[in-house]
């Protein structure tokens, strides 16, 4: 859902789950948001609020409206190997911290690179930390976890595991945006598996001619086998096509995005909802409602930290603060004057 500060009116998206969903997987939801209390990054989705009431929880995530990684590089005209240099630079840093901290993020794709705001500029940001992990919290990483065709090797065959797994995720990625399919595909599951754990990949003709020597050396010490031998985020980002000059200036956009709009078509339902044209609206809203907002005196008291739902959702209960261990609630979950954030009626994001 799409929200809006009252005392700043600035927008953020919120998250909400049914606690009954979680019966049985409330460890996973514990998990990404201990996982994200700990993380402060300028290319991570960062976690700016938690409520409570007794039938969902709300987590309120900053918003990032710019879209997703394919999506972009498709409406793009002009795409060449140093913009995806600069893309995956910017995850690698942003791995790297997580790593840095002891945390693995164990799910690297491109949906869950989005970019921050529509403009051309716009810093890469990653989210969903549901599979995430702390190392040194529990048991050895053994579980077998991720999205086909990004999960490294050594997960798929059931071995302990560690960070590696995210650098190979990271090469999977940067092999995409650079032809626009993946390395590894086959609709028989089984025989997929069996090419990620012989590391079975190729840089096919004609669409691997015009990319530089450098960012396939680049991928192939990503996607080693061998995850001792594979490069950490630290080497990767010193590799010559990250760090130097050596990614080309060549326009690649016609035969990558062709590649991607082949090879990664939408749903439908995925395309139900724009993020960009409802904080639009959001935003038209607030300049037509600012003389109003002005002449309101009371702020909220951190104890009155609830949302104003859409009529028709409103809660069973008060919401509780979640992050300033407050137990005081308000009676009325349609309480305009006290509630901290207020939901946008139609949206869903």
């Not at 595909?185 to 990949?201: G, P, R, S, T």
């Not at 669409?207 to 020597?213: A, Q, R």
Request: charged share 25%.
């Amino acid at each position: 859902m799409l929200a809006e500060e009252k005392r700043t009116r600035k927008l953020v998206a919120i998250k909400c789950i049914v606690k009954k969903a979680l019966e049985g997987k409330g460890s996973s939801i514990e998990n990404e948001i201990a996982v994200l209390h700990k993380i402060k990054h300028a290319n991570i989705v960062s976690l700016e609020d938690i409520f409570e009431s007794k039938s969902h929880l709300y987590l309120v995530m900053q918003l990032v409206s710019g879209g997703e990684l394919f999506d972009r590089i498709v409406e793009k005209g002009f795409y060449t190997e140093k913009d995806a240099s600069k893309l995956i630079q910017q995850i690698l840093d942003a791995v790297k911290y997580l790593h840095d901290m002891g945390i693995v993020h164990r799910d690297l794709k491109p949906e869950n690179l989005l970019y921050y705001s529509m403009d051309e500029d716009s810093k890469i940001m990653i989210s969903d930390f549901g599979l995430s992990k702390i190392e040194g919290s529990g048991s050895v990483m053994s579980t077998a976890c991720g999205t086909p065709g990004y999960v490294a090797p050594e997960v798929l065959a059931q071995k302990p595991y560690s960070k590696a797994v995210d650098c190979w995720s990271i090469g999977v990625i940067a092999y995409i945006l650079l032809c626009g399919y993946p390395p590894f595909y086959d609709e028989n599951d089984a025989k997929l598996f069996e090419q990620i754990l012989k590391a079975e990949y190729e840089f096919d003709s004609p669409y691997w001619d015009d990319i530089s020597d450098s960012a396939k050396d680049f991928i192939v010490h990503l996607m080693e086998k061998d995850p001792s031998q594979r490069y950490t985020c630290e080497q990767a980002l010193q590799h010559p096509w990250i760090a130097g000059d050596t990614a080309l200036d060549k326009n690649i956009h016609e035969s990558v995005s062709a590649q991607i709009k082949k090879n990664f078509a939408k749903s439908k339902w995925k395309q139900a909802f724009n993020a960009t044209a409802v904080v639009r609206h959001m935003r038209r809203l607030q300049l037509g409602t600012s003389q109003e907002g002005q002449m309101q005196s009371t702020l909220p008291s951190p104890c009155h930290g609830h949302l104003l739902l859409p009529e028709g959702q409103e809660e069973e209960s008060s919401l509780r603060r979640e992050s300033s261990g407050c137990s005081e609630g308000v009676s009325d979950g349609n309480d305009i004057q006290n509630c901290t954030y207020h939901v946008h009626p139609t949206s869903q994001v």
